[in-house]
């Protein structure tokens, strides 16, 4: 209680942060004033040559801040697909993988309020200096064009093709056997299938 008085609520390290995220205006707002207190600063002084650098390592701290959070949500994807296969009925794997899914859901927001941090620092630089910014390495990739509805479509088609091909994809360790016509000393073929199915109890068998 002394701690929580001194210093209110902090998250735990393996704990959801039950906190919202900043509206979309005063993030945009938060970063224009960034750059015209720079701008209004800067300008007509000695100092105005350094504005271009200036400006572009600003937008370039946004820049690596998103993609701190992005490497983020790739491990946690990578997380969720092994905490799917692990799955085993018991309580505590369901419970680890609500919370992977929690955890990835939160970081594609923080993600997305980076990315619209990011944008408006980019949108600022290039209305400023009259040219475009890149980054020094890699490319800009930008999520906005990914409306919910885009998302739902996705997600609907996705699921419509899981439908249609799972029922003629049979389950399981997929091995692929074929042979010529060469290929006939039976006992030496279940011996090598008995050999694959030892490693792969679920293997199906798949052939030309």
């Known amino acids: 209680l002394h701690e929580l008085q001194l210093y209110g609520w902090r998250q735990g390290s393996d704990e959801p942060d039950p906190r919202s995220l ?5 993030l945009q707002g938060a970063v224009a004033d960034m750059v015209d207190a720079l701008v209004a600063t800067l300008a007509d002084t000695r100092l105005e040559g350094d504005l271009s650098p200036l400006l572009w390592s600003l937008t ?3 820049h690596l801040s998103l993609q701190r959070t992005e490497r983020a949500l790739d491990r946690n994807e990578s997380e969720q697909r092994r905490s799917q296969r692990d799955q085993d009925g018991s309580e505590i794997r369901s419970v680890e993988l609500e919370r992977l899914l929690a955890e990835g859901l939160s970081l594609i927001e923080r993600r997305n309020a980076h990315e619209l941090m990011r944008d408006a620092a980019v949108t600022l630089f290039e ?18 064009a990914l409306t919910a509805a885009v998302i739902d479509s ?27 016509v060469d290929c006939n000393d039976h006992t030496r073929i279940w011996a090598a299938l008995d050999r694959v199915h030892s490693k792969h109890a679920d293997m199906v068998l798949l052939h030309g």
């Not at 209305?127 to 930008?142: D, I, K, V």
């Open 127 to 144: 209305r400023h200096l009259g040219e475009a910014w890149r980054p020094l390495n890699g490319s800009r990739t930008s999520h906005r």
């Open 60 to 62: 370039n701290v946004f």
């Open 22 to 26: 900043p509206e979309a205006g005063p």
């Open 154 to 180: 996705r997600d609907f088609i996705a699921a419509k093709r899981r439908a249609e091909i799972e029922p003629l994809t049979p389950a399981g360790t997929k091995i692929a056997f074929a042979g010529g």
